[in-house]
């Protein structure tokens, strides 16, 4: 019993994922397990998120915690820790922003949300909810009502072979 009663200190850095409205219709989608969300990682006061933009370069964003381009906070949920210093996220989220240039997100593939799984599974082992993607996961559902181009999986990066001729 007594044991039941000692608890074990928490060691590392708390990661949230702050979750944002992206639609109105989430007041009612939300409780059907639906919804258009973003999601940032937030960890050691900074919140990061990922975008699209036209540029081969990193899409993903440094912000203040919880002020994503005026959105509603739908929620903000505590993923797990992180053992990793200031210094070694800030070093790895740079490593990370390298796999997701701006150019690469596409809304069923690579989106913000899949930005914040790969995110928190990396600093915690632990994934985000499954609520927050399930729309991407589900596009076979409402993919005829998306523009052209995005239900198209992202085209692959193509693998560049040096060869070193030998005399």
Same mark, same amino acid.
């Given at each position: 019993?007594?044991?039941?009663?000692?608890?074990?200190?928490?060691?590392?850095?708390?990661?949230?994922?702050?979750?944002?409205?992206?639609?109105?219709?989430?007041?009612?989608?939300?409780?059907?397990?639906?919804?258009?969300?973003?999601?940032?990682?937030?960890?050691?006061?900074?919140?990061?998120?990922?975008?699209?933009?036209?540029? *081969?370069? %990193? +899409?993903? /964003?440094?912000?203040?915690? &919880?002020?994503?381009?005026?959105?509603?906070?739908?929620?903000?949920?505590?993923?797990?820790?992180?053992?990793?210093?200031?210094?070694?996220?800030?070093?790895?989220?740079?490593?990370?922003?390298?796999?997701?240039?701006?150019?690469?997100?596409?809304?069923?593939?690579?989106?913000?949300?899949?930005?914040?799984?790969?995110?928190?599974?990396?600093?915690?082992?632990? *994934?985000? %909810? +499954?609520? /927050?993607?399930?729309?991407? &996961?589900?596009?076979?559902?409402?993919?005829?009502?998306?523009?052209?181009?995005?239900?198209?999986?992202?085209?692959?990066?193509?693998?560049?072979?040096?060869?070193?001729?030998?005399?």
């Amino acid at each position: 019993m007594l044991c039941g009663m000692i608890r074990k200190k928490k060691t590392g850095t708390p990661v949230y994922i702050n979750v944002y409205d992206l639609m109105p219709v989430n007041r009612y989608a939300y409780w059907f397990g639906l919804g258009f969300y973003h999601s940032g990682v937030q960890v050691y006061g900074v919140e990061y998120a990922f975008g699209g933009s036209d540029s *081969s370069k %990193p +899409g993903v /964003v440094k912000l203040e915690p &919880r002020h994503f381009q005026g959105l509603h906070v739908r929620k903000s949920i505590l993923i797990g820790r992180t053992e990793m210093s200031e210094k070694e996220c800030q070093e790895f989220i740079k490593r990370l922003a390298k796999e997701y240039p701006g150019n690469s997100y596409n809304i069923i593939y690579k989106n913000c949300n899949h930005f914040a799984n790969d995110t928190c599974q990396r600093l915690t082992k632990k *994934s985000i %909810p +499954g609520w /927050v993607n399930r729309l991407a &996961r589900l596009n076979f559902l409402y993919s005829c009502l998306l523009p052209d181009g995005w239900n198209e999986t992202p085209p692959r990066p193509a693998v560049v072979t040096v060869t070193h001729n030998q005399k």
